[in-house]
């Protein structure tokens, strides 16, 4: 069984950072992917960014060049650093642990990530 503890998110003023970490438990593989997704009230939940075992990433457009994910697979943690954050990524962020083989998804319980001045 994995379970996946979030932590770092918080209220910020637009132009701010936080650095979001997700941290794994269980029996975790280099090669699964991970990843952070969110979801704003009223709307479904969508994908930030992935990163692979190999470190391959992938990034929604609404967030190149100013999120920036990493992976320390001897922790087991995936990190998700945040830069000129807009009041539009307001939402409770979601980290994800995805094990190909077995196509199956692992969920954190979410973190709230409010952007305001």
């Known amino acids: 069984q994995v379970q996946l503890v979030e932590s770092g998110g918080g209220l910020v003023q637009p132009g701010g950072s936080l650095r979001l970490s997700c941290a794994a438990s269980?029996?975790?593989?280099?090669?699964?992917?991970m990843g952070w997704y969110r979801q704003a009230p009223g709307k479904q939940r969508e994908l930030v960014a992935t990163?692979?075992?190999?470190?391959?990433?992938n990034y929604a457009d609404s967030v190149k060049g100013r999120f920036t994910i990493s992976r320390d697979n001897a922790k087991n943690t995936v990190y998700l650093q945040m830069n000129s954050l807009k009041p539009e990524d307001t939402a409770a962020y979601y980290c994800?642990?995805?094990?190909?083989?077995?196509?199956?998804?692992?969920w954190g319980q979410g973190t709230q990530v409010t952007v305001s001045s």
């Open positions: 994800n642990v995805h094990n190909p083989l077995a196509v199956t998804d692992y």
């Open positions: 990163i692979t075992g190999d470190g391959m990433t």
């Open positions: 269980g029996t975790i593989f280099s090669f699964y992917a």
